[in-house]
């Protein structure tokens, strides 16, 4: 049984791309890709991971932030720019080059669930 620590640490691995991924497909604030990554991976990426990653992403042009008023409070909303779906793009290119075969046997391969 693949140890919860390793999880973890493959989710943190994955988890800037993980964003990009996510807000490749629609706006988001961080805390609604906390709950959405949390969800699709059950690990738990922290404000301290999320928000310093999205101001850097924003700084560097790659999401745009847009203030927006939800359930009576103002939520910073963010999405992808044309720049960072080139961003995003890149990283897909990288998973067809011969890391991809890495990643599908970690996937498929039974016997790395005794971690």
């Known amino acids: 049984m693949i140890k919860e620590d390793l999880v973890r640490s493959f989710v943190l691995g994955f988890g800037k791309s993980i964003i990009l991924w996510l807000l490749d497909i629609e706006s988001r604030s961080g805390y609604e890709l ?3 990554i949390r969800r699709m991976t059950g690990v ?3 404000p301290g991971l999320i928000y310093p990653f999205l101001h850097l992403l924003e700084e560097k042009d790659y999401v745009t932030g847009k203030w927006v008023q939800k359930t009576g409070r103002r939520v910073k909303q963010y ?3 044309t720049k960072g779906r080139a961003l995003l793009e890149k ?3 990288l ?3 011969p890391v991809r075969e890495v ?3 970690l996937i498929k391969c039974p016997s790395h669930d005794s971690f």
């Open 103 to 105: 990643f599908l046997d």
């Open 44 to 46: 738990e990426l922290g």
């Open 91 to 93: 990283g897909k290119e």
């Open 79 to 81: 999405r992808l720019t």
């Open 95 to 97: 998973l067809k080059s």
């Open 34 to 36: 906390i709950s959405e």
